[in-house]
Structure formats: C-alpha cells, structure tokens
C-alpha cells in the first residue's frame, strides 16, 4: 500500500499529484517538444499504473475539479431526466389536446353536414306542403282562408335560417304540424268536394227534370195556344148573306142615282155554339166607286190589326148562339152616292165576318 502511494499519479503534470503544491510552469523549448512526442516509456516501467490485487476494485480516478461520485453530476442528470419527462408529457398533452381539437372539428364538420341535408330535405318538404295546400280548392270561403294562412305559415318557417340542431328539432316540429293539419284540410275538402259532387248531381237531375217540365208546358201551352186558336177561329162570328143596296127614306129599293138617299146592308149572323153569347158590335165599311169609304165623322173610326180605321155605320147586337138577321143603314149626304160600283166589308171584334158590293148607274 505504501508503495502504492509513492508512485507517480498518471494524471498529475510532471509527476506530481495534485495535492502537492503546483510550481510555476517553465516555458517549453522545441527540445523538450520534440523528446515527448518520441519518447516511449518501456512496458512495466514506473509510469505504467499498477495491477490492482484479485479481488479488489481499481479506484477510479477522482473527477477533474476535486467533485466526488455521486455529487453535482448526478444531480445534474436527474434533473435532465425530469425535464425530458415534463417535455414528453407536454408534448404528449399537445397532441392528444391536437387529436381531441382535431376530432371535434371532424365532428363539427359533419354534424354541420348533417344539419345542412337535414335542412335541405325539410326545405324540400316545406316546398311539397306548400304545392299540396295550393292545391286545394273549395268553395268554402273560411276554408280558403284557413288555407292561406298555413301558407302563409311555411312561406314564413322557409325564410329562417336554420343553423344548429335546436332550429332544426323546430323546424321538424313545425313540419310535423304542417302535415297533420294538412291531411284534415284534405279530408275537409274531400269532404266537401264530394258533397259538392252530389249536389251537382242532384242539381242536373233536377235541371233535366225542370227542362223536360218546361219542354212539356211548352208543347202544352202550343196545343193550349192551337186549341184556343181553333176555338176562337171557331168561335168567330160569320156575317153570311149579305146584301147591300141603294133605298128612299122610305125603303124602298131605288135603282136610280137621284132617288137613292141611303145604303142599307143586310145579313145573317151564322149560328155558332162556341162563340159567347153577349152584345157584339158589327162596324161597316162602304167604300165609293173612287175607293174613299163613306165617312159620317172623323171620329167614326175603330181598332183593326193594331191601327185605327175609319167606318160608315155600326150596329150593337146582342147575340145568344142562334142565327141572328141584321141589318145597318148608311145615310148619305147630298150628291154622294155616285155612279159606280160600291163595296161593303163587316167587322167583328177586329174580324172580318163578311163582304159584298154593288153598282149604280
């Protein structure tokens, strides 16, 4: 062990140790450079450290600076290792903190895709409803109005903008409504456009009725309309007989122009069962060789074929079916009965019932 101690520490400078005290370094000559870098110090000379003994441990080497094992250095690398540690915890928190944000934007995005078709397709929804509720028609005024109103009501939910899941589950929700309310708007109208189908049934059922009722009043008023055209043709008086000739105030016939001082017009009023009895007037007309019927007065006149005409003389009769004679005088003024030939038409309640003429000369 002594022997030990006095060899020469391979780690000192000059063969000194380092607990003896260090002279001053004398500078180096090129000599001296030149002898350490050749000289080999023999095997086994003093400066090769010594075997240790078996069975003991080679001291190692005390660190330069004097520190001992186990001192500053190993305090060092602990707190290297504790701050690797912090860096690989922290660089583990970022990324599992990148891969959470990472994951939640995915998640984002397609609950944003989501929402987006859940939109679309409620849009499109909204769209059939609107088209169903404008399809129907009725002629229920309060129903027509109920309609607009849900009209109204989805043109108003398809101006929002529904942007998250709330909105959406309201938007749904309102759809939903939409629906049901729609399906009784349909069995309403359903309902009444089948009534209104019946009723129009009915209504031309009874159309026909009323234009078959009103074809047969129609032919029945004709034939009602031919019958009293028939009686009243039936029923007209017939003046038959008639004989119109020139007379003296006393009566007698005068075939001279100068002696005749009236007209007087004679007939038969034929027996006719269908015609009324009661009072009739018969109106004569005497028309002069120059055609101007013989006129007592202006006044003298009477309705025939809608216009009023003149007459020479009338008479009221009251008839009661049987034949009935006659007769109707015409007086004449001075100097107007003429040379010529005369003729005599009969009237009967706008009818002619008879004529004749005669000739003076």
Sequence with gaps: MSDQNNQPDLFSVGGETEDAPRQAEQPKTVNDVKFERSYIPPSG?????????????????????????????????????IFGLVILILLGAVGYLMYTMSEQQKEADEMRVTLEMQKERLTGELNELYASYDSLRTQNDSLNSLVEQEKQRITDL???KASNARKIQIYESEVTTLRTVLKSYIFQVDS???????????????????????????????????????????????????VAEPIDNSGAVQKRIRRAEKIRVCFTLAENNLAKPGPRR?????????????????????EYQGNRIPFSAMREVEYEGSALEVC??????????????????????????????????
């Design 45 to 81: 000379s003093y400066l090769d450290p010594p075997k240790p003994a078996r069975g003991s441990r080679t001291p190692k080497p005390p660190r330069q600076g004097g520190s001992a094992p186990g001192g500053g250095s190993g305090s060092r690398r602990v707190l290297n290792i």
């Design 158 to 160: 398809l101006k929002i």
């Design 192 to 242: 009444l456009n089948q009534a209104n189908l019946k009723l129009q049934a009915e209504n031309r059922e009874v159309q026909t009725r009323i234009r078959e009722a009103t074809s047969i009043n129609r032919q029945l008023e004709q034939q009602n309309k031919n019958l009293t055209q028939q009686v009243d043709q039936a029923s007209v008086l017939k003046a038959i007989a008639v």
């Design 282 to 302: 018969i109106y004569c007309r005497i028309a002069n060789p120059d055609e101007r019927v013989m006129v007592k007065s202006p006044q003298d006149t009477f």
């Design 328 to 361: 109707i005088f015409y007086e004449a003024a001075p100097g107007e009965i003429v040379e010529g030939t005369y003729y005599v038409d009969l009237y009967l309640n706008g009818q002619q019932i008879g004529t004749t003429s005669f000739s003076l000369r």
